[in-house]
C-alpha cells in the first residue's frame, strides 16, 4: 500500500460489505429486483477479480527458466574463468 496514496483495499472491502448490506435488506425488504441487480454487480466484480487475477499469474516478469538459472549459477560460483573458487582464506 503507498504511503500517501488511497487506502484502495479499504475502500475494496467496504463496497464489498455495502453491497452484501443492501443484498439482506433486499431480503429483508423482499425487492426483488434490487437482490438480482446485487446478484448481476456480483457477478461481474467476481468476473473482474478473476480476469485480473489470471493475467497477473500470466506475466512474465524475465526470469530465466530452470535450466539456464542453474547454468548461471554455475558460472557464478566457478568465477567465470571455468576454475572453482573454492579457497580458503585466512585471518
Same mark, same amino acid.
Given at each position: 500500500?503507498?504511503?500517501?496514496?488511497?487506502?484502495?483495499?479499504?475502500?475494496?472491502?467496504?463496497?464489498?460489505?455495502?453491497?452484501?448490506?443492501?443484498?439482506?435488506?433486499?431480503?429483508?425488504?423482499?425487492?426483488?429486483?434490487?437482490?438480482?441487480?446485487?446478484?448481476?454487480?456480483?457477478?461481474?466484480?467476481?468476473?473482474?477479480?478473476?480476469?485480473?487475477?489470471?493475467?497477473?499469474?500470466?506475466?512474465?516478469?524475465?526470469?530465466? =527458466?530452470?535450466?539456464?538459472?542453474?547454468?548461471?549459477? =554455475?558460472?557464478?560460483?566457478?568465477?567465470? &574463468?571455468?576454475?572453482?573458487? &573454492?579457497?580458503?582464506?585466512?585471518?
Amino acid at each position: 500500500m503507498k504511503a500517501s496514496g488511497t487506502p484502495r483495499m479499504m475502500l475494496i472491502l467496504l463496497g464489498a460489505a455495502g453491497v452484501v448490506i443492501a443484498g439482506a435488506a433486499a431480503l429483508a425488504l423482499q425487492s426483488w429486483l434490487v437482490l438480482f441487480a446485487l446478484l448481476a454487480l456480483h457477478g461481474v466484480a467476481t468476473t473482474l477479480v478473476v480476469v485480473y487475477t489470471l493475467r497477473l499469474a500470466a506475466r512474465d516478469y524475465d526470469k530465466p =527458466d530452470p535450466l539456464t538459472e542453474a547454468r548461471i549459477e =554455475d558460472e557464478e560460483a566457478s568465477g567465470g &574463468d571455468g576454475r572453482p573458487r &573454492d579457497h580458503e582464506v585466512f585471518n
